[in-house]
């Protein structure tokens, strides 16, 4: 079984427990339910029991559960993954252009609240359905949609993108060459899953920096565990990166804040959304400073 950098630090006083932790961007792969090799790729097993293991030493409050390309439009496994995890996590799935008004409510009821478009590896719509599956899944269920694709190829899609309701690009966008497109998105109030930062090639800092500057609520950080395909698997001092680079401030808010509004982790039956706060997930949480930790 693949070994994970994110379990040896796990203990009451540990910098990875001093700040609450929405996990923006994880897959579940449980091989009892179907995959679809990509490419030829089909990636190892990181079971729901696995990942609690795995985010064990953090003050994990919920996250997101992201259907990757080897899953396609399959819906049991994430169901499944959605019950199994509770309160506090939802879902990102993967939707043929077709699918009925029915299916979308259903899968809200179930905590599903985005639908993902994969330009990067396939196994989602085309491209050329964005525009109407966004607009259609936000006017409907109040979804967003997300977008896992190099930023040398927002360019063209920069009007399409700036005009949806609501909308994410996955790890930080991957490319320098693109990245000021990203942060002309962020400025315009599109989020950046701070994500993957093996994935990427410049420097992540300076990245988290340039995008916080511009608009704070934007970032939301996640494991990508488990790192399917990445050149460098998700390690802890990614976790600890974003409390170094931006502060106790910053961190709450690209730990948690940013992506628990996102996601609308604390919405009521009636649809309304209040104010969030690390304890209405999670009460025993207590509060601690990273900062006066032992180093």
Same mark, same amino acid.
């Given at each position: 079984?693949r070994?994970?950098?994110?379990?040896?630090?796990?203990?009451?006083h540990?910098p990875?427990?001093?700040l609450?932790?929405?996990?923006?961007h994880?897959?579940i792969?449980d091989r009892?339910?179907p995959l679809?090799?990509?490419n030829?790729y089909?990636?190892?097993?990181?079971t729901?029991?696995?990942?609690l293991a795995?985010?064990?030493?953090y003050?994990?409050?919920g996250?997101?559960i992201v259907?990757g390309?080897?899953?396609a439009?399959?819906?049991?496994?994430l169901?499944?993954a959605l019950a199994?995890l509770?309160h506090g996590?939802?879902?990102?799935t993967q939707?043929?252009?077709?699918t009925? #008004?029915?299916?979308i409510l259903?899968l809200? &009821?179930?905590g599903? @609240?985005a639908?993902?478009?994969? !330009?990067?590896? %396939?196994?989602s719509?085309?491209?050329?359905?964005?525009d109407?599956?966004?607009?259609?899944?936000h006017e409907?269920?109040r979804?967003h949609v997300?977008l896992y694709?190099?930023?040398?190829?927002?360019?063209?899609?920069?009007?399409t993108?700036?005009?949806?309701?609501s909308?994410?690009?996955?790890?930080?966008?991957?490319s320098?060459t693109g990245f000021?497109?990203?942060l002309?998105?962020a400025?315009?109030?599109v989020r950046?899953?701070?994500?993957?930062?093996?994935?990427? #090639?410049?420097?992540v800092?300076?990245a988290l &920096?340039?995008?916080? @500057?511009?608009?704070?609520?934007c !970032?939301?950080? %996640?494991?990508?565990l488990?790192?399917?395909?990445?050149?460098?698997p998700?390690?802890?001092?990614?976790?600890?990166l974003v409390?170094e680079t931006?502060?106790?401030?910053?961190?709450?808010?690209?730990l948690?804040h940013?992506a628990a509004e996102?996601?609308?982790i604390?919405q009521g039956?009636g649809?309304?959304?209040?104010?969030?706060?690390p304890?209405?997930?999670f009460?025993?949480?207590?509060?601690a400073?990273f900062w006066?930790l032992?180093?």
């Open positions: 079984m070994k994970f950098t994110t379990g040896q630090s796990g203990h009451p540990s990875l427990s001093a609450p932790l929405f996990d923006s994880f897959h792969i009892r339910f679809t090799p990509n030829g089909l990636p190892e097993e990181l729901c029991e696995t990942y795995e985010t064990a030493p003050a994990l409050q996250g997101a259907s390309s080897f899953q439009f399959d819906q049991s496994y169901l499944n199994k509770g996590f939802v879902g990102v939707l043929p252009a077709s009925g #008004d029915e299916e259903r809200d &009821r179930a599903v @609240r639908v993902r478009f994969n !330009l990067k590896r %396939g196994g719509e085309e491209v050329a359905h964005l109407r599956v966004a607009r259609r899944v409907l269920a979804w997300e694709v190099d930023s040398q190829e927002l360019d063209h899609l920069y009007g993108v700036i005009s949806l309701p909308v994410s690009i996955d790890h930080l966008g991957l320098a000021g497109t990203v002309k998105l400025e315009r109030g950046v899953k701070a994500t993957g930062f093996g994935r990427v #090639d410049f420097d800092a300076t &920096r340039q995008l916080y @500057r511009i608009n704070p609520a !970032l939301m950080f %996640g494991t990508d488990p790192s399917t395909r990445a050149p460098r998700y390690r802890e001092e990614d976790f600890l409390a931006l502060g106790e401030t910053g961190a709450r808010a690209v948690f940013n996102f996601y609308r604390s039956h649809g309304e959304v209040r104010a969030i706060h304890t209405d997930i009460p025993q949480w207590a509060p400073s006066s032992p180093k």
